[in-house]
């Protein structure tokens, strides 16, 4: 949106309290997440420049517009989660005596994609397919963001051909669920293409550097696609793969539609391809029905792993989807314990895994400055970030370095050769 926008003429403000428009862009995954969104809309409301114009768009419009559009009529632009591209054109709908509430299903163009504003200038994200057909029963996405649709791979290799002309090195392919990809696709025509194929197709780029892709489905990650991370050069040795538990009880309500064994075998023979892999997780505590031997079991699931990365949460309910509907038995106050407790074991494990980089030499693409902005950051082929005090002109090189500190978050190095 905000490319978009660049591109017809809008400047970025410096702060949205000076803005003439605030565009919030909405996810419904976590309630928490949504209910700060209405607290800061009323935040520029009121202490926003006066005349201020909010729009609000993305996953919670798609699922509750009508009821916001109602509910706060200071917001004159409501918009769904596929029609994004559209933003240019609403806002030119929208004025003092004029409302607009827009919640279609539309087909993103490749311009827009081309037109993308990107944080950096040698990684980019590249969208290849939206929604999802899962229906996890905890989970609003198919609600908020429809059913699977995948980007014609003729408009995504288009993108990422424009792309590496204008210098990028790394691309990260985004997707609810990227190893689905494949029919229906956005202009309604059958091919034969599954993502292997895709990604086949991309890493014959000559000019590209590494590739990622997040987030991957347990259910449909198979050898093929083992096989191309752990042979192609270029693949980047990171994977997240979310369990969501290690209960075969709780995964069943939770409808993952695979089992801990099968998950664990996965993991088993990609880890025998490639025994340099760091994995990443997300994994929800306290699910209706979790006793605490199936918690102990996610516990033991983590240890046994020992993902680089665990994202953790306790379970919340959410209107709208099958759990909702579950009794929900678990106290509070227990799924925080045993979220904290789940926690304290994963830290742990990101320490260990972050020290064992100490000494090794990894090959780094520096793509921007450090969060201090006085050093240049990167990032290896396991996704750990790399720190270096570097001059500037070393942003968008790739630098094989010799790791000598670090911590859970960050590693800190210096050339191979010094």
Same mark, same amino acid.
């Given at each position: 949106?905000?490319?978009?926008?660049?591109?017809?003429?809008?400047?970025?403000?410096?702060?949205?309290?000076?803005?003439?428009?605030?565009?919030? &862009?909405?996810?419904?995954?976590?309630?928490?997440?949504?209910?700060?969104?209405?607290?800061?809309?009323?935040?520029?409301?009121?202490?926003?420049?006066?005349?201020?114009?909010?729009?609000?768009?993305?996953?919670?419009?798609?699922?509750?517009?009508?009821?916001?559009?109602?509910?706060?009529?200071?917001?004159?632009?409501?918009?769904?989660? @596929?029609?994004?591209?559209?933003?240019?054109?609403?806002?030119?709908?929208?004025?003092?005596?004029?409302?607009?509430?827009?919640?279609?299903?539309?087909?993103?163009?490749? =311009?827009?994609?081309?037109?993308?504003?990107?944080?950096?200038?040698?990684?980019?994200?590249?969208?290849?397919?939206?929604?999802? &057909?899962?229906?996890?029963?905890?989970?609003?996405?198919?609600?908020? @963001?429809?059913?699977?649709?995948? &980007?014609?791979?003729?408009?995504?290799l288009a993108e990422i051909q424009d792309l590496l002309n204008r210098g990028f090195r790394e691309i990260i392919l985004l997707g609810q669920n990227v190893n689905s990809y494949g029919i229906p696709f956005t202009d309604g025509i059958q091919r034969e293409i599954d993502f292997p194929e895709l990604l086949k197709k991309i890493l014959k780029?000559?000019?590209?550097?590494?590739?990622?892709?997040?987030?991957?489905?347990?259910?449909?990650?198979?050898?093929?696609?083992?096989?191309?991370?752990?042979?192609?050069?270029?693949?980047?040795?990171?994977?997240?793969?979310?369990?969501?538990?290690?209960?075969?009880?709780?995964?069943?309500?939770?409808?993952?539609?695979?089992?801990?064994?099968?998950?664990?075998?996965?993991?088993?023979?990609?880890?025998?391809?490639?025994?340099?892999?760091?994995?990443?997780?997300?994994?929800?505590?306290?699910?209706?029905?979790?006793?605490?031997?199936?918690?102990?079991?996610?516990?033991?699931?983590?240890?046994?792993?020992?993902?680089?990365?665990?994202?953790?949460?306790?379970?919340?309910?959410?209107?709208?989807?099958?759990?909702?509907?579950?009794?929900?038995?678990?106290?509070?106050? =227990?799924?925080?314990?045993?979220?904290?407790?789940?926690?304290?074991?994963?830290?742990?494990?990101? @320490?260990?895994?972050?020290?064992?980089?100490?000494?090794?030499?990894?090959?780094?693409?520096?793509?921007?400055?450090?969060?201090?902005?006085?050093?240049?950051?990167?990032?290896?082929?396991?996704?750990?970030?790399?720190?270096?005090?570097?001059?500037?002109?070393?942003?968008?090189?790739?630098?094989?370095?010799?790791?000598?500190?670090?911590?859970?978050?960050?590693?800190?190095?210096?050339?191979? &050769?010094?």
């Amino acid at each position: 949106m905000k490319g978009r926008l660049l591109s017809q003429g809008y400047e970025e403000s410096s702060s949205e309290f000076d803005a003439d428009i605030v565009i919030f &862009n909405t996810c419904m995954v976590r309630e928490t997440a949504e209910r700060k969104i209405y607290g800061k809309m009323g935040q520029i409301h009121k202490k926003g420049k006066e005349g201020v114009q909010i729009a609000l768009g993305g996953c919670v419009t798609q699922v509750k517009g009508e009821e916001l559009y109602e509910k706060y009529t200071y917001v004159p632009l409501i918009f769904g989660s @596929r029609n994004k591209h559209n933003i240019a054109r609403q806002l030119e709908q929208i004025s003092d005596s004029q409302r607009v509430i827009d919640l279609s299903f539309e087909d993103e163009d490749l =311009e827009y994609a081309l037109n993308a504003s990107r944080d950096s200038e040698y990684t980019a994200f590249v969208e290849i397919m939206k929604g999802c &057909n899962n229906y996890c029963s905890y989970c609003i996405v198919p609600f908020a @963001r429809g059913g699977e649709l995948s &980007n014609t791979p003729e408009r995504v290799l288009a993108e990422i051909q424009d792309l590496l002309n204008r210098g990028f090195r790394e691309i990260i392919l985004l997707g609810q669920n990227v190893n689905s990809y494949g029919i229906p696709f956005t202009d309604g025509i059958q091919r034969e293409i599954d993502f292997p194929e895709l990604l086949k197709k991309i890493l014959k780029f000559s000019d590209l550097f590494r590739l990622r892709f997040i987030t991957s489905h347990p259910k449909d990650f198979n050898d093929e696609l083992a096989d191309i991370i752990a042979e192609e050069p270029k693949m980047a040795h990171s994977l997240h793969l979310p369990v969501q538990s290690g209960s075969n009880e709780v995964l069943k309500r939770m409808n993952r539609k695979y089992t801990r064994e099968e998950y664990v075998g996965k993991i088993v023979s990609l880890r025998e391809k490639l025994p340099d892999i760091a994995l990443s997780t997300d994994m929800i505590f306290g699910f209706p029905g979790e006793s605490e031997a199936d918690f102990l079991r996610s516990v033991d699931l983590l240890k046994d792993i020992r993902y680089k990365t665990g994202f953790l949460f306790k379970y919340t309910p959410r209107a709208g989807t099958a759990a909702a509907e579950y009794e929900d038995n678990i106290p509070v106050e =227990e799924k925080l314990r045993r979220l904290n407790y789940a926690i304290d074991i994963q830290k742990e494990i990101t @320490r260990e895994i972050a020290s064992d980089y100490i000494g090794t030499t990894q090959e780094v693409l520096f793509d921007g400055k450090d969060k201090t902005g006085k050093k240049i950051s990167g990032r290896d082929t396991h996704d750990m970030i790399v720190v270096a005090d570097f001059p500037d002109d070393y942003i968008g090189k790739v630098v094989r370095m010799k790791i000598y500190d670090g911590n859970s978050f960050t590693l800190f190095g210096r050339p191979e &050769n010094e």
